[in-house]
């Protein structure tokens, strides 16, 4: 086995970090204090920097993520920017050396305090460099600069001095990067493979973890995973480290032996045919979005509201789906869309529709050695579909509640409708009682008004610091008011007002 | 002596932030990226009760130490000096008894930051629970307060009240705001090779932090130095919370002869430090008929937390600030300050002001449907006017600028135009409303504590001509550092780059004020320049006798010495000064003149001048969720001169960005439970506490800075601007009222609680939605259950005599009629509005009288 090795900033740097030192700790560690620690939770993104991700399998694609969720090792082979690699400060005797991202930051007045800029810095880097961008026509809804800039690309990026008018400014006012910048040809060439890396505690002088004998394993391929899955079956499967992160910052878990997976090919696949695609539970959400290419709407509705773009380049729909979180937003999109689950083990495969999947709190029929492979959903997707996200903040929140409804009319009678749920019980749901309240009916203000109430009774919603039980309960019906209407083909919206007439028509009576 | 600008003054220039490339290059250096460079160094963790309440009946430490790489526990068995952190003396460091959930009851120190974490788990802590103050409900059920209690009044106001026309009661309780600098609270404290205790610490108050760390080492203040290189932002969370940090530190340090760091996680910081105070007012409002205030009583009760920390101050400053930019001829508003098992609550960008100011534009908001009055006209009509003064007896100097901002204002935004699209718009849209508002800010500018007005300043010029300035101030990101250089490079008629700035050290310039009150750049500011300008006039009178002039006649332009029609190199002067045996470098001192302040009585002039500024904002909130979107806001404020209009236009963006935050999104919750979380903050992380993001600033967002403003009484003629712009972003929170009130009947009174959250602004749409009069009881009661944080209430009562009601016999309908309509374009908004259908059996604009 090499030692492991991170190349940072172009230099390849030897790296002695434990199984339970974070990418974050071990660069300033390392005297490369640029990235800074906000919160340890992936929420505020003074951590971001960028790293060198496949991009089709001979090109880069230089993806920003937080540095304070992943592990160091996970990096072992792979190369690494910061901010101080992207520029050099004035030193004495000699001026500053700025990076196209740092000089319109530096100019427009976008750093105040400065600590969160470096982060910032990092994250638009990536935006700049994102080769889609400059050909790019923004889409209606999008929030994006005449240069092509995706706002979206900062959504993860907190900043409490400047109000954030002067950092829009200076990523809109971004060119194209210089054909002869060291990053943008880097893209020309295949990213850095994955090393099968195996490290323990107990081999390391400076543990992090006293007496601990903590392992690291990235394993080289499916098999292989499986089988050492089965040989610890409490080992803790990692990918993008965006809830294990938490887990291990916040509420210091510390567990005995990690396996990275997310680099394994098996898990990285993304396959469709007429009647289904197939998405491997390894890929990152921005991975996903860009193959996906807009083949499942009710997908690229999720997306944008899904964490940020830094935690989309990290996070996997696996992790999303294997923490069973209640609030994860990915199961009621997928609920809504009947997805299920390929499961493999070293027994083998099976299939779980996601229905049967969750069984209690952060617990499914997952089996001790199984993980999930793929997720699994039916096309053609049904015509009328939407998902309500409802959150204190527009980008970068967890779900209050969250609601995705997947609808198929015929002849104005509703012939099917799948309902997701979220934030309303201890697992994702599917509203079932609403569902059967609508099928076979018309799809009229009656029948959804009527089966608004009974969404509103879905689920058991509690009180807590995101919201009230009631608040959700009507953020529930209210939902499906809204769904309907904006999917009311035959009739357009009433035009005006508030007399007693359209206030019924919109809202239903007995509210 | 004073000299005058040099034709092309520094002051004034548009320049980026003097640290901006060390920022934007992760160069630029902060507490905790020293720890790096700094060998031997052990970490620092504190065991945190997890009591709102209790005593300490035993503390073992021998279970940490076993912890390999535990090196030592630090107790209050090892202060050598006072156990205390606080300038009041009931803030000690290591407690008996809890007194907020997470209190740190002991800190541990580790060779690693993990050996310390586990050390810290497994110190073994036994407590005895005591009964707890949580809300502020609570504590004034319970009396418990804490500090002195006091009252801004002037003339009478019972007469006030029974001459009103119109009468309004309510309460009001809103919610604090953490901080949430994106650095947390950090400092590396050791004994450094002259035997000093050397303290690098994230503080606004360097010299504060020297005098605790002082008092609990048992040392005086030659014997430590305190060091801050910047902040990752301040906002008054690091004026006094830095303190016991940096004692626990320096203790550390002393006890081990190592250096010694502490750095709260982010979960610590909001666990363990104060935030804006959360306020609770009552209140009573007289009106005349045209809507002018007539006198307002309010009682406001501020929740302090656990010790009193600066919150006689902060309470002070809510006092004078209840008027914001209006004339209440009657006045009387109570103070006083709940003790409750909480974080300690501290400055906040704004040290109660904000609080104060929210009470009476929630006032004018809630009140303007009774009138007929768009709010915006309701406010203009209350406006001070030159020659009046505050209810504390200070007079309005600049009050036409009221009137100014908020013209230029309301003609940059076309308001006017706005309102008539806006009617629009929300008739065609059933699901969606907007609304806009425009709000003025009047800000006393100077600490309330005297003493605090007075700054210093060290100024060194260099033989080869070089220049470098100290002062007291701290950079914390608002630019003072930037205007600094500025303000040398005017007074020594140099370039910029001529000027460079040397860290904030207590050593360099001793007895510093806090970089607090907005103060920053007029006292730091006078002090450079008042040093900048002994070394000039030293320099002239060596240029005069050189050039055969007068020094008087001489000037010092962009690094050349002017004087009868020859040019001097700077540099050669300053040469020739040192051979001349002229003293090169200088002490400034600035103390602001003409303040008096009875902090008793609360009367006098505690204020140098006022800030003023306006705000037009406009909102859309989506009728299924009370999600909304902040389309546009337009700015007038005035700087006076600006010193660094770069800097002053990212101080009035981030403010009132800041200030929306505080308004709309942040909601800080503790576990008011009787459960074994009771006292814990709820929202203890950036994932449960939401600051604004990209998604949370206007879509379009312009800020213009009043012309021709010059203020003569501070430096170069410009004005403080760290905390006014905070206070613009009531706009964004009056235009949530008006797009709410969008979804009702006309002239419906919109109640709405403070952070208007998404959710709150649902219930507020959907009791205009059901025309819901304000039914005090069953709306309080509602909104106990769905957010507990925030009640708001409203009475309408007919007065008893006076003006309005001649033949008023306190029936409902009389209040109900509309208040005269003064002048065709002020029921704009009334005329847009659909018009309550007459069988919809809806009420009409004001409540009923409960």
């Keep these: ?511 | 002596m004073s000299t005058p600008l040099s034709p092309q003054p520094s002051v004034g220039q548009t320049v980026s932030h003097e640290s901006a490339e060390l920022h934007v290059t992760g160069a630029a250096h902060y507490t905790d990226d020293l720890v790096g460079r700094t060998t031997s160094v052990l970490h620092a963790w504190p065991v945190q009760a997890p009591h709102a309440h209790a005593r300490v009946t035993a503390l073992a430490t021998d279970p940490a130490l076993r912890v390999p790489g535990v090196v030592r526990v630090l107790t209050g068995a090892d202060v050598p000096g006072a156990n205390d952190s606080g300038v009041r003396e009931d803030e000690p460091l290591f407690p008996d008894e809890v007194m907020y959930h997470g209190h740190a009851v002991c800190w541990v120190l580790g060779e690693t930051l993990e050996a310390a974490r586990l050390g810290a788990e497994a110190v073994e802590v036994t407590y005895a629970s005591l009964p707890s103050v949580i809300t502020l409900t609570e504590a004034i059920e319970q009396e418990s307060f804490q500090g002195s209690q006091r009252t801004v009044s002037r003339g009478d106001v019972v007469a006030g009240l029974e001459r009103a026309a119109h009468r309004f009661s309510g309460e009001f309780e809103f919610g604090g705001q953490e901080h949430f600098y994106l650095e947390t609270q950090a400092a590396l404290a050791s004994v450094d090779e002259a035997g000093q205790v050397f303290v690098q610490s994230s503080t606004q108050h360097p010299t504060e932090t020297q005098e605790i760390v002082a008092h609990v080492l048992g040392l005086r203040s030659h014997e430590v130095t305190v060091q801050c290189l910047r902040m990752g932002g301040g906002f008054g969370g690091k004026e006094m919370q830095p303190h016991g940090l940096a004692a626990v530190a320096a203790l550390g340090a002393v006890l081990t002869g190592r250096p010694v760091r502490v750095r709260l996680n982010r979960t610590q910081d909001m666990t363990m430090t104060g935030k804006r105070h959360p306020f609770h007012a009552s209140w009573e409002v007289g009106f005349d008929q045209e809507g002018h205030l007539e006198a307002l009583r309010t009682t406001l009760t501020s929740d302090g937390g656990w010790s009193l920390d600066l919150s006689e101050a902060v309470l002070g400053r809510a006092l004078c600030h209840v008027d914001n930019a209006y004339y209440v001829p009657d006045a009387e508003f109570h103070g006083r300050i709940a003790q409750t098992h909480k974080t300690s609550q501290t400055a906040f960008r704004g040290f109660g002001g904000p609080q104060g100011m929210l009470v009476l534009e929630d006032i004018l908001g809630r009140c303007a449907p009774a009138f007929g009055l768009d709010p915006t006209e309701l406010r203009r009509r209350n406006l001070y006017q030159p020659g009046q003064s505050t209810p504390y007896g200070q007079p309005v100097r600049h009050a036409e600028r009221l009137e100014a901002v908020l013209e230029e204002v309301t003609t940059r935004a076309d308001l006017t135009t706005r309102h008539t699209e806006i009617a629009a718009f929300n008739a065609a849209h059933p699901h969606r409303k907007r609304g806009i508002a425009c709000t003025p800010v009047k800000f006393g500018i100077s600490f309330n504590f005297t003493a605090f007005n007075q700054a210093g300043a060290l100024v060194h010029v260099y033989k080869d001509g070089s220049v470098l300035i100290n002062h007291g101030g701290t950079e914390m990101g608002q630019g003072l550092h930037t205007k600094m250089r500025q303000v040398a490079a005017t007074a020594l008629g140099l370039p910029l780059s001529g000027i460079r700035l040397a860290p904030t050290r207590t050593d360099k310039v001793p007895n510093t004020s806090a970089t607090a009150a907005s103060s920053g750049s007029d006292l730091n500011g006078g002090a450079v320049k008042d040093a900048c300008e002994q070394i000039r006039g030293r320099l002239a009178a060596v240029a005069a006798e050189r050039l055969g002039t007068s020094s008087a006649e001489v000037q010092f332009v962009e690094g050349s010495v002017l004087g009868a029609g020859q040019a001097l190199p700077w540099s050669e002067l300053v040469r020739e000064a040192y051979l001349a045996r002229v003293q090169l470098f200088a002490a400034g001192y600035y103390r602001t003149e003409g303040l008096h302040w009875d902090g008793v009585r609360m009367q006098g002039e505690p204020f140098k001048y006022f800030a003023y500024g306006a705000a037009v904002s406009e909102v859309e909130v989506d009728g299924f969720t009370g999600a909304y979107t902040f389309l546009r806001t337009d700015i007038v404020h005035d700087v006076g001169d600006s010193l660094s209009p770069l800097v002053d236009i990212g101080q009035i963006e981030g403010g009132f960005v800041q200030g929306v935050g505080w308004l709309t999104l942040e909601d800080l919750r503790w576990d008011t439970s009787d459960g074994e979380g009771r006292g814990r903050v709820s929202t203890p992380s950036a994932s449960t506490y939401k600051l604004p993001s990209f998604s949370e600033m206007p879509r379009e967002l312009t800020v213009h800075l009043l012309e021709h403003a010059t203020e003569d009484g501070a430096v170069y003629g410009s004005k403080a601007v760290g905390e006014p712009p905070l206070m613009l972003a009531f706009s964004v929170r009056e235009a949530l009222r008006q797009a709410v009130a969008a979804f009702g009947p006309a002239g419906h009174v919109v109640e709405l609680a403070c952070p208007s959250t998404p959710e709150a602004v649902f219930w507020a749409v959907e009791a205009a939605r059901a025309g819901a009069p304000g039914n005090t009881r069953e709306y309080a009661d509602q909104l106990a259950v769905s957010a507990p944080t925030a009640a708001s209430v409203v009475t309408d009562e007919v007065a008893q005599a006076g003006a309005w009601s001649s033949g008023a016999t306190g029936s409902q309908d009389s209040v109900l009629e509309p208040v005269v309509v003064l002048g065709a374009g002020d029921n704009r908004l009334q005329d847009a509005e659909p018009a309550p259908s007459a069988d919809s059996g809806r009420p009409g604009p004001v409540g009923d009288v409960d």
């Excluded at chain 1, 009682?433 to 009229?444: F, I, K, N, S, V």
């Design chain 1, 1 to 511: 086995m090499s030692p492991t090795e991170i190349t940072v900033n172009g230099t390849a740097r030897p790296c002695a970090a434990g199984p339970h030192t974070s990418l974050l700790d071990w660069l300033r560690g390392e005297g490369l204090t640029g990235a800074k620690e906000g919160c340890a939770e992936g929420e505020c993104g003074a951590c971001a920097v960028l790293v060198a991700r496949p991009d089709g399998a001979d090109r880069t694609r230089w993806v920003s993520v937080n540095a304070c969720l992943p592990l160091a090792l996970a990096f072992d082979g792979q190369e690494v920017v910061t901010a101080e690699g992207l520029g050099a400060p004035p030193a004495p005797g000699q001026q500053a050396v700025l990076h196209p991202v740092q000089r319109e930051m530096a100019d427009r007045g976008g750093s105040q305090c400065g600590y969160c800029t470096p982060g910032f810095v990092c994250a638009m880097a990536a935006e700049f460099y994102r080769p889609e961008r400059g050909g790019q026509a923004p889409h209606e809804g999008a929030e994006c600069g005449a240069n092509g800039f995706d706002l979206h690309a900062l959504s993860g990026n907190l900043c409490r001095c400047t109000g954030y008018r002067p950092i829009r400014d200076a990523a809109y006012a971004l060119g194209e990067p210089d054909p002869l910048d060291p990053l943008a040809e880097r893209r020309d060439r295949a990213a850095p493979p994955a090393r099968a890396t195996e490290v323990s505690a107990s081999d390391l002088s400076a543990s992090d973890l006293p007496g601990s004998d903590a392992t690291f394993v990235r394993p080289t391929d499916l098999p292989d995973l499986l089988t050492r899955l089965a040989a610890t079956p409490d080992a803790v499967l990692v990918a993008g480290a965006t809830d294990a992160g938490v887990e291990r910052n916040l509420r210091h878990t510390r567990p005995s032996s990690v396996l990275a997976i997310d680099h394994l090919e098996e898990l990285r696949g993304l396959h469709h045919s007429p009647d289904s695609v197939e998405i491997g539970a390894a890929l990152t959400l921005s991975e996903i979005e860009r193959a996906l290419a807009g083949r499942v709407p009710l997908l690229d509705q999720l997306f944008p509201q899904f964490a940020s773009r830094l935690i989309r380049n990290a996070a996997t729909l696996g992790g999303n789906l294997g923490t069973g979180s209640p609030i994860g937003d990915a199961a009621p999109v997928l609920l809504a869309l009947g997805a299920t689950l390929v499961l493999a083990s070293a027994e083998g495969e099976r299939a779980v529709p996601l229905d049967d999947y969750f069984t209690g709190y952060r617990r499914s029929v997952r089996v001790p050695g199984e993980l999930i492979r793929a997720v699994r959903i039916p096309l053609p997707a049904a015509p009328h579909a939407a998902f309500y996200k409802v959150a204190k903040r527009r980008f970068d929140d967890i779900s209050s509640v969250a609601v995705a409804i997947s609808l198929r009319l015929e002849r104005g009678m509703v012939a099917s409708v799948r309902i997701g749920l979220g934030g309303v019980a201890a697992t994702p749901i599917r509203a079932l009682a609403t569902e059967a309240g609508l099928t076979g009916r018309p799809w009229d203000a009656d029948t959804v008004s009527r089966a608004a109430r009974t969404l509103a009774q879905e689920g058991t919603p509690l009180d807590d610091h995101r919201a009230s039980a009631r608040y959700r309960s009507a953020m529930l019906e209210q939902s499906l008011m809204r769904f309907h209407a904006e999917h009311r083909p035959t009739k357009p919206l009433q035009k005006d007002g508030f007399d007693q007439r359209n206030h019924s028509e919109n809202w239903g009576e007995a509210r």
